[in-house]
């Protein structure tokens, strides 16, 4: 079946330290790959998609690489902010039959301390 | 870009009563929007697909009785929590599939519903 795994949190980093969370996938055919980023009492927002492999996602200064020979799709920043603490969701998009939906890992809690 | 309102963003009702929950695309037309339900530190659980004019899909496990999805128009999905009970207490999110632009999702904010 079609499933997202990423590692579990929480995460704890200081300001400007380099942040990974990894996130791999079990899907069949080639899925559209997603992050998505929950900030406190809020909900989902896209942070970065990538659509076929080799594709790279960015936005905000946050990167995530389509790799379909690890079936991964790992979110990096270089950098981190205060203001980018939140809940990371990796996701995949599955479609079949005419109708498709959006498969959710467990999400990884980022905080970034001053 | 693309917004997807959800309303109310909280409310809290008494054991027994319904709750309807209401999400609204207000740029685009959303033939087919999803409703979420997100425990506490947990993931968002798909609870059902809702297609404009049609009946909605139900996931596994989830009460399409006491869950009812009514998706009436291209920008209107309700989510009616009837006879909530306490283990109803939990954060609703919607979505909605924006077939105009590359099929991207849009998230409504969420509805955080307490039933006491």
């Known amino acids: 079946g079609n499933s997202v795994t990423q590692m579990e949190g929480p995460v704890t980093l200081s300001e400007e330290a380099f942040l990974t969370i990894n996130c791999t996938y079990t899907a069949t055919g080639y899925p559209s790959l997603f992050w998505y980023v929950q900030y406190p009492g809020e909900g989902l927002q896209l942070l970065l998609k990538?659509?076929?492999?080799?594709d790279k996602g960015s936005n905000k200064g946050f990167e995530a690489t389509y790799r379909k020979e690890t079936t991964s799709f790992h979110l990096e920043k270089g950098s981190v902010q205060v203001s980018d603490s939140a809940v990371y969701f990796c996701?995949?998009?599955?479609?079949?039959?005419?109708?498709?939906?959006?498969?959710f890992g467990k999400g990884t809690k980022l905080t970034v301390n001053p | 870009g693309a917004v997807v309102s959800q309303h109310p963003s909280w409310v809290i009702c008494k054991s027994g009563t319904s709750v309807k929950i209401e999400c609204r695309s207000l740029?685009?037309?959303?033939?087919?929007m999803f409703w979420y339900r997100q425990f506490p530190k947990q993931s968002l659980m798909l609870m059902a697909t809702s297609n404009e004019g049609s009946k909605a899909t139900y996931e596994q496990g989830v009460e399409k009785d006491k869950f009812l999805i009514n998706h009436a128009s291209l920008t209107l999905s309700t989510l009616t929590v009837t006879s909530a009970h306490p283990e109803d207490s939990s954060f609703y999110i919607c979505?909605?599939?924006?077939?105009?632009?590359?099929?991207?999702?849009?998230f409504g904010s969420g509805t955080r519903l307490t039933v006491v």
């Open positions: 996701a995949l998009r599955r479609a079949q039959g005419g109708s498709e939906k959006l498969v």
């Open positions: 990538a659509t076929k492999a080799d």
């Open positions: 979505s909605a599939l924006n077939r105009n632009r590359d099929y991207g999702y849009t």
């Open positions: 740029d685009f037309q959303a033939t087919t």
